[in-house]
């Protein structure tokens, strides 16, 4: 099967997919929904669009797999396991301060004045959304739970 065939087939599975999360947000307290409408409609756009322009286009894909499989495949799934696991131990708000500081040093190059300002910024942003306008406690991961668990309350 051609690359390009692949890819296509691969971008209907996901548009599929994401059609049955947005069916099953509806079974969410009106509350708890608001969210996975809003990304789910929005992915689902935007890879609608994809499809779309994967079909129109003529050319052929050209990609050495093993360049492929070094270059994107493998830092992306190491990316995603490392923040799972950073998830687990930290909570949402210590690993996202984590992973916003290490992307904005070092995978964009800015200063350490910017990194600290985009992280204090998302994380207050985070906490708004999250905390004050819907009222729920994200993960607060395990070591943060441990470490408080000796202060008295």
């Known amino acids: 099967m051609p690359q ?3 890819v296509i087939l691969f971008e209907v599975f996901l548009a599929l997919l994401i059609m049955v999360f947005i069916g099953a947000s509806f079974h969410y307290s009106p509350k708890a929904r608001f969210v996975p409408l809003v990304v789910g409609f929005f992915s689902l756009g935007l890879i609608l669009y994809q499809i779309i322009v994967d079909v ?3 050319g052929p894909q050209k990609t050495d797999e093993s360049t492929f499989l070094q ?3 493998l830092p992306a799934v190491s990316f995603t396991i490392g ?3 950073c998830l687990l131990l930290f909570g949402y ?3 996202m301060a984590m992973i916003l ?3 904005t040093r070092y995978w964009f190059k800015e200063s350490w ?3 600290i300002a985009v992280t204090a910024c998302l994380l207050l942003f985070s ?3 999250f905390n004050i306008i819907f009222a729920i406690d994200l993960y607060p991961g395990i070591i943060p739970s441990f470490v408080l668990s000796f202060f008295p309350e």
């Open 101 to 103: 500081i290490g992307l």
């Open 127 to 129: 906490y708004l959304l």
């Open 71 to 73: 270059a994107k495949f």
């Open 83 to 85: 923040c799972g696991v």
């Open 113 to 115: 004045l910017i990194a």
């Open 93 to 95: 708000f210590g690993c």
């Open 56 to 58: 129109m286009s003529r």
């Open 4 to 6: 390009r065939r692949e």
